[in-house]
């Protein structure tokens, strides 16, 4: 804060939060601040007096009732790696940022139960190389898993690549312990497969994006790691042969199907152009790819007999025109790291207007198509990069800006676009948010596209739990 801002916050309250959390757990410092007040986009810029950064459960349980005493709002933050905006405080400075990053602790770990109980702050990375050191999988994988936090994984549901075959973050969660509006400590770590006793608070809190409670530690499913990974990648004809291999690839590996990403030409092209050391897989350019990821349990090589055999078959059907399948871990990595660096390949590409919608997964290639068109139309070579995880029908349907096009002018079409595609997805039976959330960026959507009775339930469990609207006020609702 300059000296020519005048404090939104109550007198001495900063104080009273420093006695709280130490100097540790206290940042006023305009530039240690700086980072805690937007997003990666950059869409959203926020102002604030103070991050607090507690260190224990207690602690946040202390700075919440702090806060709900003396009226002030809270913005609960993880590793800052969403793209809505939900954990970026407004622009009137009168809210008080809570930084997660000290709840780092994994608590326990057991191999026994399959289970591990973890702080919100670990960052995702750190807890998928805790399970394999005791031989097992936590198989929630993103691009931001570097730095970004479970806590906020599980605040906004976040989905990844293996959604598929694991589910979403809430499928793998047994049980949390949340700070709740008033300060009060819900305690559901009992890590239990089967405990039907009413309602099923965890899962409230997991996509809530911190409008109910924040969550502070969880315990996570863990799974056997798999002895056996095959990976590939296929040149496909469309995306009706996408479909049709999903079915097949299901079947073949009893189910052991863990990824599967589309990627079209022009995203791979884009890769190729800006991402140092990538290369082209095949000598010919497809219009089409498709990664996939099968495991298995057992080292015997079945798993990849199966797959071999498969792709014979369907490419003397002619879904797949040609494929090539990962002999070494480095090479698998190497697959993936062409589909991973899609999104840093289009920021040189200039404005990308992103579009995260899920459908029926057989409507995936109409939909692709249809928005294509329509997109298309509406503003003449325009560049569509849809890719993504068409196994679980989330399709990334980017628009790129046409190379002859200024940026400015580009960004002026930006709403339009987006009205499209997220009416066609709806129309469709789809979603305009498959895995990002609502955040700020999505809040006008979700009131014209769910229902008043989805959105009147919504309201009525937000009033009940934080009847003063002080737990992250202006995202979702």
């Known amino acids: 804060m300059t000296d020519t801002q005048a404090s939104k916050l109550p007198r001495g309250f900063v104080e009273q939060l420093s006695r709280m959390v130490g100097a540790a757990g206290l940042l006023v410092d305009e530039d240690a601040i700086a980072p805690f007040l937007t997003e990666p986009r950059g869409t959203y810029q926020g102002r604030a007096e103070v991050v607090v950064r507690p260190g224990s459960t207690a602690e946040l349980a202390e700075v919440v009732r702090a806060c ?40 326990s770990i057991d191999p026994q139960s399959f289970t591990m109980t973890v702080e919100a702050g ?105 002895r056996e990974v095959v990976t590939a990648l296929l040149a496909v004809p469309d995306l009706e042969a ?22 079209p030409r022009l995203a791979l092209e884009m890769v190729l152009r800006h991402i140092p050391g990538t290369r082209d ?23 990849k007999r199966e797959v071999e055999q498969l792709l014979g078959q369907a490419a003397d059907a002619e879904l797949i025109l040609d494929a090539t399948v990962a002999q070494s871990p480095a090479q698998a990595e190497a697959l993936w790291h062409l589909r991973e660096s899609i999104p840093d390949a289009q920021k040189p590409e200039g404005l990308s207007v992103k579009h995260d919608v899920s459908l029926p997964i057989h409507r995936v290639p109409q939909f692709v198509k249809e928005a294509s068109r329509r997109v298309e139309a509406e503003v003449p070579g325009i560049r569509v990069v849809a890719f993504g995880h068409v196994g679980d ?16 002018e580009y960004a002026r079409h930006r709403d339009r676009l ?17 895995e990002h959330g609502i955040g700020q960026l999505k809040r006008d959507e979700l009131r014209r596209y769910r229902s008043e009775v989805e959105l009147q339930v919504m309201r009525k469990i937000k009033a009940a739990l934080d009847p003063s609207g002080l737990m992250n006020p202006g995202k979702v609702l």
């Not at 929630?140 to 898993?145: K, V, Y």
């Open 393 to 408: 029908g989330n399709v990334h349907f980017n628009l790129s800006q046409p190379i002859d096009m200024d940026r400015a």
């Open 122 to 226: 670990c960052i995702l990375a750190d807890l998928q190389q805790a399970a394999e050191s005791v031989g097992l999988l936590f198989p929630l994988s993103l691009g931001a898993e570097g730095s970004c936090q479970i806590g906020g994984n599980l605040s906004t549901n976040a989905g990844g690549t293996q959604v598929i075959r694991y589910g979403n973050s809430r499928d793998l969660v047994l049980g949390l312990e949340v700070v709740l509006p008033d300060g009060q400590v819900l305690d559901m770590l009992r890590g239990l497969r089967k405990d039907n006793t009413g309602y099923h608070l965890s899962g409230l809190f997991c996509g809530a994006e911190g409008t109910l409670g924040i969550i502070s530690a969880a315990v996570l499913k863990l799974f056997p790691q798999p």
């Open 242 to 263: 996408v479909i049709k291999l999903l079915t097949l690839l299901r079947a073949a590996t009893g189910d052991g199907l863990s990824g599967l990403e589309f990627i």
């Open 281 to 303: 897989p095949f000598q010919v350019a497809y219009p089409h790819y498709l990664l996939i990821e099968a495991v298995s349990g057992s080292e015997d090589g079945r798993q």
């Open 68 to 107: 709900a005493a003396a009226g002030v709002a809270m913005v609960p933050q993880g590793g800052g790696t969403g793209l809505c905006g939900g954990a970026v405080p407004s622009a009137v400075g009168d809210q008080v940022v809570i930084s997660l990053s000290r709840l780092n602790r994994i608590r």
């Open 418 to 434: 987006s009205h499209v595609v997220h009416e066609l997805a709806m129309s469709m039976g789809g979603s305009f948010s498959a």
